[in-house]
């Protein structure tokens, strides 16, 4: 009789590479990841060594390229802090098994090839795959390329950005993964104003403002427009209200009676996902990524993008159907559900898992 006893296979180190928090707007699907992820999956799985590298700011040139380390602890993860020279050194000290980069930056150029130089597997998470329709002769869309080409495993958000993929080499690399929230919560009475929130920003033109506005300027009512998020070009609008932070961000959403999310290309939409999880119904272009993920006239309504007399038509209804606003509330909270990371990081961990079985 065999009485081995089989040794646990150790969990998979992971080194999380983000970027410095003040580059990103509060919005952002990649800050979210950033923020959530890291903890997600350490309070899945406490044994798994999570450590989340984040530069110091791009404008202090010597600090980011070799500012020494610096370490401090979370809920179950720590974060160092530091230049990317000094984060090299690191990686060929400390051998992680994995190192997931939540975003592309130029310097990444450098850590991805000291982990194959290494041997050190490799996943990036792909915000936008416009880059690989609309290609440029510039050092960003080169490491965006190199980092693809590079990457053991490349998440999408969607099926449609995986739509967009299939024609890549390799495509087996590919897998979906969501983006999570943290909370939910239930509404039970109706929001009575005239307000449409948009989160896209000015200057973007995937946003879908245009699309927006001229749904707006055709409604048989007044309604009144509040327009958070970048301002590129930094434009003058009566309507923009600009960066804020999170919890106004959150307030502005509760003020409101509907988010609009119009884009004509959206790789996910946290702000969709967020107003959902604050009960407010949304309207969505069948171009967003979360689209998939929902039902028209269950738990948003959608509209196809460019339909300028469609976003009219369903901005109308939420403005002055209380009986449809408090559905969308009450089944767009039970989606949003299924997004709290406690339900979202075992995909991000089956990716881990699958490649430490390949090592």
């Given at each position: 009789?065999?009485?081995?006893?089989?040794k646990?296979r150790?969990?998979?180190?992971?080194?999380?590479v983000?970027?410095?928090?003040r580059?990103y707007?509060?919005g952002s699907?990649?800050?979210?990841i950033q923020?959530?992820?890291p903890?997600?999956?350490?309070l899945?799985?406490?044994?798994r060594?999570?450590?989340?590298?984040?530069p110091?700011?791009r404008r202090?040139?010597?600090?980011f390229?070799?500012?020494?380390?610096r370490?401090?602890s979370?809920n179950?993860?720590?974060?160092?802090?530091?230049?990317i020279?000094s984060?090299?050194?690191?990686?060929?000290v400390?051998?992680?098994?994995?190192?997931?980069?939540?975003?592309?930056?130029?310097?990444?150029?450098w850590?991805?090839?000291?982990?194959k130089?290494?041997?050190t597997?490799?996943?990036?998470?792909?915000?936008d795959?416009?880059f690989?329709?609309?290609p440029?002769?510039?050092?960003?869309?080169a490491v965006k390329?190199l980092?693809l080409?590079?990457?053991?495993?490349?998440l999408?958000?969607?099926?449609?950005?995986m739509?967009?993929c299939?024609?890549?080499?390799?495509p087996?690399?590919?897998?979906i993964?969501?983006?999570g929230?943290?909370?939910?919560?239930t509404v039970?009475?109706?929001?009575h104003?005239?307000?449409a929130?948009?989160g896209?920003?000015?200057?973007?033109?995937?946003?879908?403002?245009?699309f927006?506005?001229?749904?707006?300027?055709?409604l048989k009512l007044?309604?009144?427009?509040?327009?958070?998020?970048?301002n590129?070009?930094?434009?003058?609008h009566?309507?923009?209200?600009g960066?804020?932070?999170?919890?106004?961000?959150h307030?502005a959403?509760?003020?409101s009676?509907?988010?609009?999310v119009p884009?004509?290309y959206?790789s996910f939409?946290?702000?969709a996902?967020?107003?959902?999880?604050?009960g407010?119904p949304v309207i969505?272009?069948?171009q967003c990524?979360i689209?998939?993920?929902?039902s028209?006239e269950?738990d948003?309504l959608?509209?196809?993008?460019?339909d300028?007399?469609g976003l009219?038509e369903k901005?109308?209804?939420?403005?002055?159907?209380?009986?449809?606003?408090?559905?969308?509330?009450?089944?767009g909270?039970?989606t949003?559900r299924n997004f709290?990371?406690?339900n979202?990081a075992p995909e991000y961990?089956?990716v881990y898992?699958?490649?430490?079985e390949?090592?």
């Amino acid at each position: 009789m065999d009485t081995t006893v089989k040794k646990e296979r150790p969990l998979p180190s992971v080194l999380f590479v983000g970027d410095h928090p003040r580059v990103y707007w509060i919005g952002s699907s990649t800050l979210y990841i950033q923020q959530n992820l890291p903890e997600a999956v350490s309070l899945l799985e406490p044994k798994r060594n999570i450590i989340l590298f984040v530069p110091h700011q791009r404008r202090k040139i010597i600090s980011f390229l070799a500012g020494t380390l610096r370490r401090s602890s979370h809920n179950g993860y720590e974060t160092l802090s530091g230049g990317i020279v000094s984060l090299l050194v690191h990686m060929i000290v400390h051998r992680y098994n994995v190192i997931h980069f939540f975003v592309i930056r130029n310097y990444m150029a450098w850590i991805i090839l000291m982990a194959k130089l290494i041997k050190t597997k490799t996943i990036v998470t792909l915000h936008d795959t416009l880059f690989l329709q609309e290609p440029s002769n510039t050092m960003t869309h080169a490491v965006k390329m190199l980092m693809l080409k590079m990457s053991d495993r490349v998440l999408l958000l969607s099926h449609h950005d995986m739509d967009r993929c299939s024609a890549q080499k390799k495509p087996d690399r590919f897998r979906i993964v969501r983006n999570g929230i943290s909370t939910v919560t239930t509404v039970t009475n109706v929001n009575h104003t005239n307000t449409a929130l948009f989160g896209g920003g000015i200057g973007n033109e995937h946003a879908g403002l245009k699309f927006l506005e001229s749904a707006l300027s055709t409604l048989k009512l007044q309604s009144e427009l509040e327009i958070y998020g970048t301002n590129t070009t930094d434009a003058a609008h009566r309507s923009y209200r600009g960066m804020v932070d999170r919890k106004d961000f959150h307030d502005a959403m509760r003020r409101s009676r509907i988010t609009v999310v119009p884009s004509r290309y959206e790789s996910f939409s946290m702000t969709a996902l967020e107003s959902l999880s604050l009960g407010i119904p949304v309207i969505v272009s069948d171009q967003c990524g979360i689209s998939r993920y929902l039902s028209d006239e269950k738990d948003c309504l959608m509209v196809r993008y460019g339909d300028v007399d469609g976003l009219r038509e369903k901005i109308q209804r939420l403005l002055t159907d209380d009986e449809l606003w408090s559905r969308l509330s009450r089944n767009g909270a039970v989606t949003a559900r299924n997004f709290l990371w406690k339900n979202v990081a075992p995909e991000y961990v089956a990716v881990y898992d699958e490649l430490l079985e390949k090592m």
